[in-house]
């Protein structure tokens, strides 16, 4: 459903969203029920993650393009940016098609070949073999992630680290490889990722120039580093259910929405496999989920869960651990939540979570 930009401010438990928080674009409001979401069932995933979850900061979810539910723990507010650790590396992933779309380089390309200057002088075979494909899908051939320090030239770095195994072949979380990404792009297109999505990507969402940390070297930092408002992400998740398309642009391509997403190798081994949420697969800097749906998602709990079947986006922001038994929350009481109709209005159970809402803290 494409998204709509709207001139009103609209209020939900006496937040403010929209133009009063310098955005031009908002995301469109409609009460749950209008779209087929049950109120009560919104009200209990708020009381139970309020309870079990330590400490969550915000949540946003949306039904075809329409928020139905938000709500922000104080201090935490709707203006206020957040870090997204790890969930940024599903924007880098978003750079990087959007630089092969435009054909600065391909995904088959080999990394070394972007950087002869930081190469070993005797490259082994293994790292020859490494294309940008592997660092987006986490199999760079590493049995450890490189260790960038915070000073020194974090590419030479990556380069220099043992690759022991054929990439393609073994998964394992590699935020240094998210590093290479960002880097490949800005050596291709000569700009930093988080300016070369500017024109791309958060302006056309509406999003004012986020701050997105940088290496020695003066590169976006690609697997974390970047902070934004919770609405922020919801965008960027609708902009996905969208296949890539905003306000009747194709501002993604298709092709790399369906690759970024899709499972492009096996972490059912990975060490996070007792986790299951996290051995369902790995695409292009997204994770797959149960229930046939995808994720970004990074440290302390921060996620933007994509449910096509419901066509659905689920936004959470946290400093929690536990981030299977936050993403479990989505599962037992958003889920349910969602009908195929719209429901008959029911303004007793609305106005309880826009109260509740209202009154969120976050707990000592």
Partial sequence: MPTTTLVRIWVMGGLLCGSALGQDILLPRSSPEAQGVSSEQLLSFVETANDRV???HSFMVLRHGNVVAEGWWSPEAADKPHVLWSLSKSFTSTAVGLAVEEGKFSIDDPVI??????????????????RVRDLLTMSTGHDSQPQLGTDG?????????????QPGTKFLYNTPATYMQSAIVQQTTGQRVVDYLQSRLFGPL??????????????SLGGYGLYLCTEDIAKFGQ????????????????????LATAKQVSNQDAPSGRNPDWRQGYGFQFWRCRNDAYRGDGKDGQFCVVIPEQDAVVVMTALTADLQGQLELVWTHILPAFHEEPLPENPEQLNRLRK?????????
């Fill in 206 to 219: 509406g999003i004012g120039a986020p701050r997105w940390d940088s290496s020695p070297q003066d590169v």
């Fill in 239 to 258: 902009l996905y259910l969208q296949q890539g398309v905003w306000d009747g642009r194709q501002l993604i391509p298709r092709d790399w929405v369906r």
């Fill in 356 to 364: 509740r809402c209202a009154e969120l803290v976050v707990k000592p």
């Fill in 54 to 56: 330590k400490a969550i």
């Fill in 113 to 130: 070949g972007f950087f002869p200057a930081e190469a070993p002088p005797e490259p082994t075979d293994n790292l020859k073999a490494m």
């Fill in 153 to 165: 030239n974090w590419v030479q770095k990556f380069l220099a680290h043992p690759v022991p195994n």
